[in-house]
């Protein structure tokens, strides 16, 4: 997920919008990790 986050904001490919579901993608999956770490 964060290798496609990365892609999307390289200057070749420049899509934010693929970015930032990328990032929506990370942060549910860190959330429902968090919980598991506290």
């Known amino acids: 997920?964060?290798?496609?986050?990365l892609k999307a904001l390289s200057h070749a490919?420049?899509?934010p919008s693929r970015a930032v579901q990328a990032l929506d993608e990370i942060e549910d999956i860190l959330a429902e990790l968090a919980p598991d770490i506290a």
């Open 1 to 5: 997920m964060f290798d496609i986050a």
């Open 13 to 15: 490919v420049n899509d």
